[in-house]
């Protein structure tokens, strides 16, 4: 019987450091091969989003101006 590939770890999520002081405006994310997933703190289960680590990159260097 073949065996097939590991299936992936679950990802870590992090808050991010451009996340709100308050519980309104709440960013996780996290690594992975394809990227970087990003998703509403507030609905852990809901749906995320990936983006390159290069687009991050560019997005979040763009606020830090």
């Given amino acids: 019987m073949p065996i097939g590939p ?17 519980t309104t405006e709440c960013v996780e994310a996290a690594r992975s091969p394809e990227g970087l997933r ?12 990936v983006v390159s680590l290069e687009a991050w990159t560019r997005f979040s260097a763009a606020f830090a101006k």
Avoid: I, L, Q, T
């Fill in 38 to 49: 990003v998703r509403d703190s507030k609905d852990p289960d809901g749906p995320h989003m």
């Fill in 6 to 22: 590991e299936p992936a770890a679950e990802p870590v999520w992090f808050k991010s450091s451009y996340s709100g002081g308050n």
